[in-house]
């Protein structure tokens, strides 16, 4: 049973470009959760997202960001006119549909603004 | 402010030597988790505890939930290399799946 594949693992955007991160989750998971790692700053939850529905994203800077997970296919957080403080790990999670308890992560993407 | 305190930041031991890091809220935890992670690299799962009073244990790690559920410590035995990392607990802090974190206990373990 492969684990939360993230891809790409390492984006390097220019300032104002748009950075598009995928996550599929663990086989049979339909909970998906995006969280942000920056430097010296921790995790920090930013979404949580069931297939075609957005559950709760208070943690979701409210401009610029966006996250989808749809029917078919994976999971997508979408930064549009990236800045440099974009710049930090951002990391998938999901866990099962029945028990809503063990989120399992992804290897992380590690997105650098230039 | 840090909703989750880990203590202490970092922590060097000798290989073989026991070594134990904490997780401190002052909230009620309804699932305190512990990940390892490495530089560079995912979060590896390692423990979930749910009750006051709640100890599992995991090859050489023992990690414990208090009864109030609000502090977890984490206890690795005869330490070994392979043990080095940054240890994170995470916690829902208010039953609805969004996990807060600390900021890690990085520990090294010296040959």
């Known amino acids: 049973n492969a684990g939360v594949m993230q891809n790409p693992r390492h984006l390097v955007r220019r300032r104002g470009q748009e950075a598009r991160l995928r996550c599929s989750p663990m086989k049979g998971h339909s909970h998906v959760y995006w969280y942000r790692q920056l430097p010296e700053e921790g995790l920090k939850f930013m979404v949580y997202l069931q297939k075609e529905n957005i559950i709760d994203e208070s943690g979701m800077p409210k401009e610029r960001f966006s996250a989808e997970f749809p029917k078919e296919g994976p999971s997508i957080l979408r930064i549009q006119q990236v800045v440099r403080g974009d710049s930090a790990a951002y990391f998938c999670a999901s866990s099962p549909p029945i028990r809503v308890d063990t989120q399992y992560f992804g290897p992380g993407t590690r997105l650098t603004v230039l | 402010s840090q909703e989750l305190e880990q203590s202490p930041q970092s922590l060097i031991v000798q290989e073989g030597k026991n070594l134990t890091i904490n997780c401190t809220s002052s909230k009620t935890l309804y699932g305190l988790y512990w990940y390892k992670q490495k530089y560079g690299e995912g979060l590896i799962f390692l423990m979930m505890l749910q009750k006051g009073g709640e100890e599992k244990s995991h090859e050489k790690i023992t990690a414990k939930l208090d009864e109030k559920k609000q502090q977890s410590s984490l206890h690795i035995t005869a330490s070994q290399p392979s043990h080095a990392g940054i240890y994170l607990c995470?916690?829902?802090?208010?039953?609805?799946?969004?996990?807060?974190f600390g900021k890690g206990n990085q520990v090294v373990v010296i040959p």
């Open positions: 995470g916690a829902d802090l208010g039953g609805n799946n969004r996990l807060a």
